[in-house]
């Protein structure tokens, strides 16, 4: 995706970039489109020359761009009228609080941000209300107001375990435990599908008891789970990174600093190594009601027990990756690059809502969405397709008008399943489930 590397190099973008969000943002200025294209020509021609969508797909793409460069300059501000009007703007563009939430909990350097920009920043996201609480809750625990991660008052976890018992609706706290603005798949898969940062959550219910379950998400730091223990981490030229080891060869250890890529440390390099509470922030869950932690409790106790919140088998779409039409002949391939990734409820449901807050940063129209499916025995498989009017399968357009559950003649290996959705008309839920083989989840 290096593409931009045989063009001109940016003139110096970070100071471009802070000089447009002074403006108008990126919106639809001519000049400002110019070093998007360049940024990063192929993402800005996949979605299709929208600065919002691309700066929403590079910051799940890529740590070093985009908004992150953006949230990088905003530090530079010194102004304090103009970065309130700054933040102002940035909060207001689609996707961005949530990429700019996932950077925050994700990132060291967040922690030296300037008094001026986080009391901007904060004041930015407290006006937007409900709409950026995630946000809010982030910029809230870098100011340092947020409980300490370590303790977790004995009371509090009492008082949950008693609300969960008395009720607490488990299908309700699954949808918020998607919620773009808490960030908890980025970091964890359920059954396979999501982030690997964290452990993942599949049997978490039926292996831990509801009090550990309770405290590791109000003070993530009492205790940390085994193998996921993080160090900072200090180089011999003075800077220092923080992760979790993930493994290590003869010269090098190869460390997790966040969701997204892992990063090589040379040994001989290292000249210290100080354990760091844990990389799950503290205060995630600040911004929900009693009503909603009760449910997103009850949703996290149930999960890996028998009955609906039993993710362990590959029968139905996990995740889904979502695109923009122009690259329509490598989606069907299977080849596309740069998608988005949606993860279904434990049931392989996606709803509406949750379709719509991530379709609408793919496209304003059409989209396709994309799943892969390994067979391992060849032979006749059973599609059962939810709210899919056309799909094709390995670039095969499937008879789903007629028959929505198609049955075909598939062989061993993997295949590519897309269907076809309009952001304008989507439907009450999508879900694909296979009779034999199972989804993948990478
Ligand atoms: C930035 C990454 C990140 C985010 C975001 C995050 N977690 Fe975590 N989580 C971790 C890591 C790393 C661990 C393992 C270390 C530890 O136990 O503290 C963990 C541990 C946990 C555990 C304990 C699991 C076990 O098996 O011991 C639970 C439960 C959990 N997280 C739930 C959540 C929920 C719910 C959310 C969303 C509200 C969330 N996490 C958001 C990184 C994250």
């Known amino acids: 995706m290096n593409r931009y590397a045989t063009r001109p190099p940016l003139p ?9 969000a002074t403006d108008l943002w990126w919106s639809w200025n001519s000049e400002g489109r110019r070093v998007f294209r360049r940024l990063d020509y192929n ?9 919002v969508r691309m700066l929403w797909l590079i910051s799940q793409t890529k740590l070093d761009a985009g908004i992150i460069k953006a949230a990088e300059v905003l530090p530079d501000l010194k102004d304090e009228a103009l970065a309130l009007k700054t933040w102002q703007q940035l909060v207001q563009i689609k996707g961005a609080p949530e990429a700019l939430t996932a950077r925050i909990v994700r990132s060291d350097a967040a922690k030296n941000f300037p008094p001026t920009m986080l009391k901007a920043a904060l004041r930015a996201s407290r006006e937007q209300g409900k709409k950026t609480e995630g946000l809010t809750a982030a910029l809230t625990s870098l100011t340092g107001t947020a409980a300490k991660s370590g303790t977790a008052d004995p009371g509090a976890i009492a008082a949950m375990l008693t609300g969960i018992q008395q009720g607490g609706d488990p299908a309700e706290g699954e949808r918020i435990y998607h919620r773009a603005a808490l960030a908890c798949t980025t970091c964890h898969a359920i059954g396979g599908a999501g982030g690997k940062l964290g452990p993942d959550l599949t049997s978490l219910g039926a292996s831990a008891p509801a009090d550990y379950i309770v405290e590791s998400v109000l003070a993530p730091a009492a205790k940390v789970k085994e193998g996921f223990s993080a160090f900072s981490y200090t180089l011999r030229d003075g800077t220092s990174m923080s992760g979790i080891p993930a493994r290590e060869t003869d010269k090098e250890l190869i460390i997790r600093p966040g969701p997204g890529p892992e990063v090589p440390l040379v040994k001989a390099n290292i000249v210290k190594r100080e354990p760091v509470d844990t990389l799950m922030p503290a205060g995630l869950i600040d911004p929900l009601n009693y009503t909603e932690k009760r449910a997103l409790f009850a949703f996290l106790t149930q999960l890996g027990k028998a009955g609906p919140f039993d993710a362990s ?11 923009g039409t122009a690259d329509a002949s490598k989606v069907l391939a299977g080849t596309a690059e740069g998608g988005m990734p949606v993860y279904t409820h434990v049931d392989g449901k996606i709803e509406r809502d949750k379709l719509a807050e991530t379709a609408g940063v793919v496209s304003d129209g059409p989209l396709l969405a994309s799943t892969k499916l390994q067979v391992g025995t060849p032979g006749k498989v059973k599609l059962d397709l939810l709210g899919i009017r056309e799909a094709w399968l390995d670039g095969q357009a499937l008879p789903v008008a007629s028959e929505p559950s198609p049955t075909i003649d598939l062989a061993a290996g993997p295949h590519t399943l897309v269907v076809k959705l309009d952001a304008k008309q989507l439907p009450e839920a999508v879900r694909a489930a296979t009779s034999e083989g199972r989804f993948l989840t990478e």
């Open 43 to 51: 993402l800005w021609r996949i979605t299709a020359h929208n600065p």
């Open 12 to 20: 110096d973008p970070l100071k471009r970039l802070a000089e447009l």
């Open 313 to 323: 088998k590959g029968n139905v779409a996990r995740v889904w990756w979502l695109h």
